[in-house]
Nanobody, 126 residues
Framework: QVHLVESGGGSVQSGGSLRLSCAVS????????MGWFRQAPGKEREGVAV???????SYGDSVKGRFTISQDKSKNTMYLQMDNLKPDDTAMYYC????????????????????RGQGTLVTVSS
């Protein structure tokens, strides 16, 4: 059974950096779109970044140029390097995985990824 486990969240000052990790227990499918979305209290879910099995990436507008998504297939792990963090980045960050990219494209319309982790909290203070 597929399980996603996030790690790496924490508290940091504005301008600082954090790296999130998402470990995948197994992936029995041929295609995969993995990524991150976040949700802050009182706000809608927001797509942060996604990476396909071919390495193609896409980012949310608010994090472009500051966040980098990557994957290590040998370790079944995905990473999110977050630099120049801002207070608006404060949120619960969730790792997501699906055989389709639909969850990323339709996240704000209520789409739910097939698999997701429990979340890791990122807090950025000014």
């Amino acid at each position: 059974q597929v399980h996603l486990v996030e790690s790496g969240g924490g508290s940091v000052q504005s301008g600082g950096s954090l790296r999130l990790s998402c470990a995948v227990s197994e992936w029995p499918y041929s295609a995969v779109y993995m990524g991150w979305f976040r949700q802050a209290p009182g706000k809608e879910r927001e797509g942060v970044a996604v990476i396909g099995s071919d390495g193609t990436t896409s980012y949310g507008d608010s994090v472009k140029g500051r966040f980098t998504i990557s994957q290590d297939k040998s370790k079944n792990t995905m990473y999110l390097q977050m630099d120049n963090l801002k207070p608006d980045d404060t949120a619960m960050y969730y790792c997501a995985a699906d055989i389709s990219i639909s969850w990323w494209l339709h996240l704000q319309q209520g789409a739910v990824p097939r698999f997701r982790g429990q979340g890791t909290l990122v807090t950025v203070s000014s």
